[in-house]
Antibody, heavy 120, light 108 residues
Framework: EEQLVESGGGLVQPGGSLRLSCAASGFTFTGYSMNWVRQAPGKGLEWISYISVTSTTIYYADSVQGRFAVSRDNAKNSLYLQMNSLRAEDTALFYC?????????????WGQGTMVVVSS | EIVLTQSPGTLSLSPGERATLSCRASQSVSGSYLAWYQHKPGQAPRLLIYGTSTRATGVPDRFSGGGSGTDFTLTISRLEPEDFAMYYCQQYVRSPYTFGQGTKLEIK
C-alpha cells in the first residue's frame, strides 16, 4: 500500500523551531516530487512547499519563505520540513503530499497529518 | 500568484441531486493544471480530478471536471450520502500552487 506518515508535530513556543518528517512506503520515492500542505484550525488548505526528486527545484509559499526549509533523503524514503521562527499563525495540521510524478502534477497521495501548535 | 475563488461557499443539496461547484482563477491556468480534492473531517484530502477533467484512480464516474482558462467546474451528477464534504480546487501550473478557499457541500 502506498503510504505517507508524518511525525514531529507538537507544542512549541513562538520563535521556536520544529522539524517535521514524512516517511514514504509502498512506492518508489525517487519517482515523485513531494509537497507540504497545511490547514489551520477552521481554515482551508494552504500549500507551503515543493521539492523535486533530486532536490534541485524547491519552492515555498511567501508565508514561510526564509523561515521554513524543505529537504528529502531518498535513501531513507523520507521528506522533512525544518520550521524556524515559528509564529502563532503557523498553528496548523501539516500534511505531506506526493505529486504524481516529478514536476507539475496533482497531489495523489496524502498523509494523515501532524499537528503543530505554536503557543506560549 | 494565481488566486482561486470558489463558489458558492456553501451548497445545500439533497442526495440524488446534481451539484455544480465553480472555481475561477485570477490568471489563465494554462495546460489544464487544475485539480479538485475532497476533504472530510479527520481524513486526508483525496484527489478527485486532475488535468481539469481526468478522474483519479478509483473515483466514481458521477464526478466530472471541466473548464479551461480561468473558469473550471466540478460536477457531481447524482449525490450520494458520502459525497457531502469540503471540496477544493488547486492550480499547479506554477508556484505557489494555490488552493481555492473551498466549497462546503452539505445535506439539505
Amino acid at each position: 500500500e502506498e503510504q505517507l506518515v508524518e511525525s514531529g508535530g507538537g507544542l512549541v513556543q513562538p520563535g521556536g523551531s520544529l522539524r517535521l518528517s514524512c516517511a514514504a512506503s509502498g512506492f518508489t520515492f525517487t519517482g515523485y516530487s513531494m509537497n507540504w500542505v497545511r490547514q489551520a484550525p477552521g481554515k482551508g488548505l494552504e500549500w507551503i512547499s515543493y521539492i523535486s526528486v533530486t532536490s534541485t527545484t524547491i519552492y515555498y509559499a511567501d508565508s514561510v519563505q526564509g523561515r521554513f526549509a524543505v529537504s528529502r533523503d531518498n535513501a531513507k524514503n523520507s521528506l522533512y520540513l525544518q520550521m524556524n521562527s515559528l509564529r502563532a499563525e503557523d498553528t496548523a495540521l501539516f500534511y505531506c503530499a506526493r505529486a504524481n510524478g516529478d514536476g507539475r502534477y496533482a497531489f495523489d497521495i496524502w498523509g494523515q497529518g501532524t499537528m503543530v501548535v505554536v503557543s506560549s | 500568484e494565481i488566486v482561486l475563488t470558489q463558489s458558492p461557499g456553501t451548497l445545500s443539496l439533497s442526495p440524488g441531486e446534481r451539484a455544480t461547484l465553480s472555481c475561477r482563477a485570477s490568471q489563465s491556468v494554462s495546460g489544464s493544471y487544475l485539480a479538485w480534492y475532497q476533504h472530510k473531517p479527520g481524513q486526508a484530502p483525496r484527489l478527485l480530478i486532475y488535468g481539469t477533467s481526468t478522474r483519479a484512480t478509483g473515483v466514481p464516474d458521477r464526478f466530472s471536471g471541466g473548464g479551461s482558462g480561468t473558469d473550471f467546474t466540478l460536477t457531481i451528477s447524482r449525490l450520494e450520502p458520502e459525497d457531502f464534504a469540503m471540496y477544493y480546487c488547486q492550480q499547479y501550473v506554477r508556484s505557489p500552487y494555490t488552493f481555492g478557499q473551498g466549497t462546503k457541500l452539505e445535506i439539505k
